[in-house]
């Protein structure tokens, strides 16, 4: 073997190590950020487990039917109240509101898209 071939090894050995060692520490990199990952992928469905639970607790129909009644003044629909879906205006200006609330009977529905209150809608009050 020559000089030049026995240099040249040496590079190539010498090169290969350095490659192994950068690729061996890349790996490394990769595998904690992987770990760091999968334990904050963990924490997020453990935080998505709790806020399951919690929202399965605050939406049980007996709470929600108790704030109900204390908050909301809500009365059951009546048949004056449901109209034709021809019957609502599709436009932006008032004046197919004021045509859809002389053409309704009672003109509940169009009072709330018009701007009226629950209560003017039922008729009761």
Not at 25 to 53: G, W
Not at 92 to 103: E, F, L, R, T
């Amino acid at each position: 073997m020559s000089m030049r071939t026995a240099l040249l090894w040496m590079f190539m050995l010498v090169f290969g190590a350095f490659g192994v060692y950068m690729v061996k520490y890349k790996v490394q990199a990769i595998k904690k950020e992987v770990a760091q990952t999968e334990k904050q992928l963990f924490e997020e469905r453990s935080d998505i487990h709790v806020l399951n639970a919690e929202w399965t607790y605050l939406n049980r129909p007996e709470r929600l039917k108790a704030l109900s009644a204390k908050y909301l003044d809500v009365k059951p629909t009546r048949g004056q109240q449901i109209s034709e879906l021809s019957s609502i205006p599709y436009g932006k200006s008032d004046s197919g509101v004021k045509q859809a609330a002389a053409s309704s009977a009672g003109g509940g529905a169009v009072k709330l898209i018009s701007g009226g209150t629950a209560n003017e809608n039922y008729g009761d009050e």
